[in-house]
């Protein structure tokens, strides 16, 4: 099933907010390979990290990524308008197929 | 530019068949697995299926084992998913997604380039 996120998390301009992301010893647990996705309104996701930490080329060096036992986490660093959208997790499964998460809306104020 | 254009969505009665077709360029698609990720409108990303780079691997979600198809033709770069015995939660949009990768399947797949999707709608 998927992997749990919190339905939203809101922060001011320049704050930095954490986004969790909680699997099994299947999932999460299993593989240090979780990604992150963007997507915003009307558009496809964009990843923004992969295998835990690792960014892609053009991805802004404020988001950075973590994991801990079967929970991983993406960090936003100086949270900016443009960051508003939503964010999900995925990660492989030992049943050798992909989960994503449920899904986090992030909400500048 | 790397791109990739799905096309073949449609609205389908219940049990019925469809076909997906996603046309890659911009890149070397042999050396590449490529996936399918839905997403019901307003709702959450679900993978559906993924083929390795020389289409000996190929994986499915359980909710459309047994149901789905995927395959790739190298001479026309294109990926597609056969579609049978459509129920109305398949009901989704579909996006074709290329690995961040080259030679990578499972389990580190990242799923860097998305198509703009394709709408398929089961309903009576």
């Known amino acids: 099933s998927a992997l749990t996120q919190p339905a939203s998390v809101s922060g001011s301009p320049g704050q930095s907010i954490t986004i969790s992301c909680t699997g099994t010893t299947s999932d999460v647990g299993a593989y240090n390979f979780v990604s992150w996705y963007q997507q915003h309104p009307g558009k496809a996701p964009k990843v923004i990290v992969y295998?835990?930490?690792n960014r892609p080329s053009g991805v802004s060096n404020r988001f950075s990524g973590s994991k801990s036992g079967i929970t991983a986490s993406l960090t936003i660093s100086g949270l900016q308008a443009e960051d508003e959208a939503d964010y999900y997790c995925a990660s492989y499964t030992r049943s050798s197929n992909y989960v994503f998460g449920t899904g986090t809306k992030v909400t500048v104020l | 530019e790397v791109q990739l254009v799905e096309s073949g969505g449609d609205l389908v009665q219940p049990g019925g068949s469809l076909r997906l077709s996603c046309t890659a360029s911009?890149?070397?698609?042999?050396?590449?697995?490529m996936y399918w990720v839905r997403q019901l409108p307003g709702k959450g990303l679900e993978w559906v299926s993924g083929i390795s780079w020389h289409s000996d691997y190929a994986g499915y979600a359980d909710s459309v084992k047994g149901r789905f198809i995927i395959s790739r033709d190298t001479a026309k770069n294109s990926l597609y998913l056969q579609m049978s015995s459509l129920r109305a939660e398949d009901t989704a949009f579909y996006y074709c997604?290329?690995?961040?990768?080259?030679?990578?399947?499972?389990?580190?797949?990242?799923?860097?380039?998305w198509g703009l999707g394709t709408m398929v709608t089961v309903s009576s």
């Open positions: 911009g890149f070397t698609f042999v050396e590449y697995s």
């Open positions: 295998d835990v930490n």
């Open positions: 997604v290329k690995d961040i990768r080259p030679y990578y399947y499972a389990p580190d797949g990242v799923f860097e380039v």
